[in-house]
Structure formats: C-alpha cells, structure tokens
C-alpha cells in the first residue's frame, strides 16, 4: 500500500515551473529516498507535501487523506524535519518535545511516557535537563528526529538530516533513523546530497532533475534499466583520459564512463586484471584512487540519469 501518491503534482512560480507532473509512490514502511541536484524541485516538493505550500494542480495522498479535501489530516500523518530547523536554545528537550507534543495535541496523559520513550530512542536520557543551546550539531539532529516523531507519524520526511555533522554523528543518524523505521514501522522519506547514505540506507529512490521525476524504483532495477554495466569500477583524476588510454586493450575490453571521476571496465572474455589496469593507468599519468569489482552505484545511476554522461566506448 502507498502511504504516499501525488498525480500529476505541479507547481509553477512567476516566470518558472518548479515541480512538473510528478507521479510519486512511497510505500508503507519502506525507507525512500529522494534525490536531485540543486534546484531540481526536491524542496518544493516536500513543502507541497507537507500542506506548507499549495500546489498549482495535481494531487497528493498521504496516509489516504487527500491535501485538497482533508490538510488537518494530512499534516497530522506527518512528521516532517526541515532542512533548516528552529531550537529554543534556553528550553531543556523535555520542554521542547512537550511544546510541540501539545501543537500537535498530543493527549497530556500520554506525554510524558512519549518524551521519555523518545529521549531513549535518540540517545539523550543523560540530558533532560541541560539547555538545547548547550548541545553539539549531532544532539540537536537527534533531538529534531524525536520532534518530527513525537506524534507518532505514518510518515517522517527528512531533508538533509546528516548535513553538516562529522562522520561519527552521520553514523548515528543514519542508525537512528533505521532503529525507528524497523522498530516503530515509521516509513520514512529521506531528501539527500549523501548518495552513499541513501545508497546504503534506502529500499526505493525517486530522482528529480529540473522538476520531472526521471526516475523512481531500487537502484538495481535501475542501472539495468540504463543497462549500465557491471565490471571493475575505477574512481580516477581523468575519466576521459583513462578511457581513451584503455579504449582498446588486448582482449576486447569495453569502457565506459559513467561520470567524470569514474568509469567501467567490462571484458568481453575473463577478468580484467586489475593491477595491470592501474599500472597502465598510473604510468599513463592518470591518478587511479579507488578499484571495486561489482554492480553500479547509485552514485552511477544519478550521473548517468541527471548529468548524461553515460558513453561506451
């Protein structure tokens, strides 16, 4: 069952269309990701989403209340973290998930019990009573997951909630936000630049570029789509230089790059071997930095669909 639908969703600003016809599916319980350069719409579509942004024409589902007919529903199946988020530096988290558990209308016999459940949840037992301005990127990110969940959402909309925090505090979000979508059956729509994160974490993803849903489905399902190829994936300083230098090794060996930094080795027979590889490339000048043998990413995938640099050789 889709917990999220929009049809033909379109909004358009004076002089530019931001979001155009956009057909979206999220699934109940899944972990979706969303995805897109600068400016390509991601954004907006999360503002019409969440009712703080009306649409131009089209429709949006979630949790099977229409946005046109039932809002007060719609925004109550959400639990939303922006991108940029507000704290009250001289209220303790007690305070701050208690004020917006009451926005909510959240019942009092039932918050206490909530607040300190979600306190366990994201790691801030020890800080009741400590004021938010006191805490670091990391526990104010943790304590934004809790806010988004204190009324117990179908649906948490994340957008970028690892930016800017150091690796250790991306790791604990990214553990953060499996522990509630596994254990609480939160779905869960993830916005990110992270493509290894969203990669790593997602079921799904949908990728918009210039308003227009390119694509949508697992990553896998789409780099056979795009029939990009499996083999030895090389990350290096000049993708196009390196194809031009092993264009036409012995053996038949295919080519391809997929964005400028990367690019595919395919042989037509056997292996590629790849310390021969790296020695031809190393001595042709090339930086090579990374091997890995093995199906494309999803950092393939979005080039290859956002930038169009997909070319074999």
Known sequence: MNVIETRELT?????????ANLHLEVQAGEIYGFLGPNGAGKTTTIR?????LPPTSGQVRVAEHDLRTDLD??????????ESVGYYGWMTPVEYLRFFANLYGVRPAETRDRIADLMKQVGLTGRQQSRIATFSRGMRARLGIARALVHRPRVVILDEPTLGLDPLGQRDILELIQHVNREEGTTVFLSSHALNQVGHLCTRVGILNEGHLVAQGTAADLSRRLELPSGLHLTVSDAGLAQQILGRPSGGTAVTVLNPARLVVTPKHGEPRADALVRTLVE?????????SG??????VFF????GKRRAA
């Open 11 to 19: 909004k358009v600003f004076p002089g530019r269309t931001a979001v």
């Open 48 to 52: 019409m989403l969440t009712g703080i």
């Open 73 to 82: 529903g719609v925004r109550a199946s959400i639990g939303l973290l922006p």
């Open 284 to 292: 042709a000048g090339v930086d090579v930095r990374e091997v890995v």
């Open 295 to 300: 199906m494309p990413s999803l950092e393939d």
């Open 304 to 307: 290859a669909l956002v930038r």
